[in-house]
């Protein structure tokens, strides 16, 4: 009864161990700040080149940098932010050609003539809930987000419109440097490299319904290109590295 009694209870123990250690080898959530670095591609009308959509923004592909955090507050379950600054290029020479053509067409001008300087900058802060799904040393994370972008830039166009008379017709589109609501997600896989770094992929998507665009010259008719507001669509691939604590 006795070796009954000791065995049973040596086999207590052992499982007891063997439980403790499978708590300990099990991954643990932390919270962690890292830097990110990648490509931010202009989509929807923001991308599109096209005269006769007045939300065309023909803006380009170009860099994102920024800040990415996440802070956990219960278990598996953060609170995640984003701070980045991207730029989105210039209009081409290309693009002005576009815009001159459609403007001479819609005026039916003798010539127009189409300038563009400056570039699409901007910064987005963005933030919300965010749940992390562990596998060994990996981490997924997928958050959804709402917050602001703010336009540092945009191009000014300048649109001179020449007739017979030798008369001309001055229209500028100014930079804007709008602030606007936004959301999206994000979809981020992180690699344990240690207790204390991670280095990861993340995609991450932005939407806002615009910003306003203001402009200078005759007052709209409602014939040609006239744009007032600009909608802005990113999806941002980055990699970074990140510090847990």
Do not use: H
């Amino acid at each position: 009864m006795k070796k009954n009694f000791t065995l049973l209870f040596v086999i207590l123990i052992t499982l007891f161990s063997l439980n403790a250690n499978a708590q300990d080898d099990k991954p643990v959530a932390k919270s962690y700040m890292g830097f990110l670095g990648g490509l931010s591609l202009a989509a929807g009308n923001f991308g599109q080149s096209n005269y006769s959509n007045n939300s065309a923004g023909f803006a380009k592909k170009g860099p994102v940098f920024g800040l990415d955090a996440g802070i956990y507050l219960y278990k598996n379950l953060a609170l995640g932010v984003t701070f980045t600054y991207q730029d989105q290029g210039e209009i081409s020479q290309a693009d002005v050609q576009n815009l001159a053509n459609g403007y001479n067409a819609s005026f039916i001008k003798d010539e127009t003539n189409v300038t563009a300087t400056g570039r699409y900058q901007s910064v987005n802060f963005m933030g919300g809930p965010q749940y992390t799904f562990l596998y060994k040393r990996f981490a997924l994370d997928l958050r959804a987000s709402a917050g602001f972008v703010k336009s540092i830039s945009t191009p000014v166009i300048g649109v001179v419109f020449d007739n017979s008379s030798n008369s001309a017709t001055y229209l500028n589109q100014l930079s804007s440097g709008a602030l606007v609501f936004a959301y999206g997600g994000s979809a981020g896989l992180r690699f344990n490299l240690s207790d204390s770094w991670d280095v990861g992929l993340k995609c991450n998507y932005i939407n806002s319904d615009g910003i306003k665009i203001e402009n200078s010259g005759p007052t709209y008719t409602g014939v040609g290109r006239y744009q007032t507001k600009l909608p802005i669509t990113e999806i941002q691939t980055t990699l970074g590295i990140a510090l847990k604590f």
